[in-house]
């Protein structure tokens, strides 16, 4: 009898402002669309998933039904440690005045490893079905965040796993980093935009997801400009050197500044793939006053359906 395919996940990084919660939006989508069963997640309090999918989850780790085939949910590392604390030690209603306690929540702050280790341990949970005795999600895709704290927290596992060679930490903590380094379970993807600091930020994140045993997923640089159509360079020019009217002028310098903002576009990705020995995936800009659904949907469309989730 065929086996059921795996559940997969997909975690999503990049330099803030960069567009990864609007790709994160879009691979959820783009997967529902094609049958699977979605969980999208948020890592802290909903804010930009949330908006770009229109619904707001009320608790954390409870889905909130988006379309069919798709739900969000939020996970707080607050939260997640002290889910993880009832089910494993005694004295439940104790433990649950103890999680109220101003100490407790000192503590969590002071070492917000601690955090990132349970919130990342309570994405496998989900994953795996562990709550529930089996997967109940084909994909699961997480908005991780900056690339400085993403990286921290998907390197948290491994480094808690050798720093504890025996005991519970060292197995749950093994575990998780096992699930994180199989290339058949998880994808790490990148978002960068294009411009010379994203997309450094973008090597270097690829660059430290190797480094750290991760698998890199799709390379992505959003918002990019359509390449410019054989001949521009040369209309430009002669349009430049003839004395015409202001309207002329004005619309040669504008034109000039287009180009020059397509060459370096071009540059730098041809950077990035280089220094990477990578594909770059490249999604369109879109000129918009809000961005939301549509725009969701639009990017949606774009995306390469051979390596959709």
Known sequence: MKRAPRPKLHLVTGKGGVGKSSFTAALALQAAKRGRH??????????????LLGVRPQRHGVPEPVR??????????????????????????????????????????AGPGVADLMVIGKVRDELLGLATGKPQWDVLVVDAGASGHALQMLGMPAATASTFTAGLAHREARRVAAMLADPERTA????????????????????????????????????CRPPA??????????????????????????????????????????MLEQRVALAAERLPRLVTAAFGRAQVEALTAALAVESSP
């Open 229 to 270: 159509p054989p001949g521009a360079e040369a209309a430009v020019a002669r349009l430049a050197a003839v004395d015409r009217r202001p309207d002329d002028v004005r619309l040669a310098r504008v034109a000039r500044r287009t180009l020059a903002w397509v060459r370096a576009q071009e540059e730098g990705i041809a």
């Open 188 to 223: 790490v993807h990148v978002v960068a935009l294009p411009e010379r600091m994203p997309l450094v930020e973008a090597a270097e994140t690829v660059e430290r997801l190797r480094a750290l045993g991760l698998p890199v997923g799709r390379l992505v640089v959003n918002q």
């Open 38 to 51: 979605v969980l999208a997640i948020e890592l802290g309090e909903p804010s930009g998933l949330a908006g």
């Open 68 to 109: 069919p085939g798709l739900s969000l949910a939020y996970f707080d590392g607050e939260a997640a440690l002290g889910e993880y604390l009832l089910r494993r030690l005694p004295f439940r209603e104790r433990m649950r005045a103890v999680f109220e306690h101003p100490l407790y929540r000192a503590f969590v702050g």
